[in-house]
């Protein structure tokens, strides 16, 4: 019985043999050079982190309206917390007389001539208000954010140095948030500030956002 041997492959023989098309045709693997497919955790990771984000921005919206809110409620009926019983604006007091009165450092002249003025305390009680309710409702964050900055870092000067640090207190800690809350958009996680942003006004005047 004769046994038939097929015969041996010669590298280089078949490819000469079929001639440059055959070697122009020859698919070239992508295996290694592929991006693998992103883990089923980084894909849910992103959006789950977007939402921790939006709602902690949330809660420090609402807690720094409250803020806001609560002075302005204690000062004027004299509730027993940083008003007095009995000194609340609308028994006569003065909500910045004391405050203003006490001011030390280099700008203490120029709070000891404003204190208990009229200018100034309808100037706060209305900024308080006016911060406190745009900040509760998510609108005009801009202005909310810039007026309420503005008004904790003249608080900061009133007093300096600080009593409790040579440098930063919590009115500076405060302001720095209230930049970032409008920054972030905070209005539009449970807020009016995506209505607010659509209105014809604030299209006209985008800085109202």
Aim: hydrophobic share 50%.
């Amino acid at each position: 019985m004769t046994t038939m041997v097929p015969p041996r492959h010669r590298p280089g023989m078949d490819d000469k043999a079929a001639g440059p098309e055959a070697r122009r045709t020859t698919p070239i693997s992508t295996a290694s050079t592929a991006t693998p497919p992103e883990s089923t955790a980084a894909r849910t990771g992103r959006p789950a982190a977007g939402a921790v984000a939006r709602y902690a921005w949330f809660v420090a919206r609402i807690a720094m309206a409250w803020i806001f809110l609560w002075a302005f409620l204690d000062k004027v009926f004299g509730w027993g917390y940083s008003t007095q019983a009995g000194k609340g604006w609308i028994d006569g007091g003065s909500p910045t007389k004391g405050f203003l009165s006490g001011a030390k450092g280099p700008f203490a002249d120029f709070y000891h001539d404003l204190a208990g003025t009229a200018f100034a305390n309808w100037a706060f009680m209305l900024g308080l208000l006016g911060i406190g309710v745009a900040l509760l409702a998510g609108v005009g964050m801009r202005i909310a954010a810039a007026a309420g900055a503005l008004l904790l870092t003249m608080m900061y000067t009133v007093v300096l140095p600080p009593t409790t640090n040579p440098l930063i207190d919590d009115h500076i800690v405060l302001a720095v948030l209230l930049v970032g809350l409008a920054a972030a958009g905070a209005g539009n996680t449970l807020g009016l500030g995506r209505w607010w942003a659509g209105t014809g006004l604030v299209k006209r005047f985008p800085w109202l956002k």
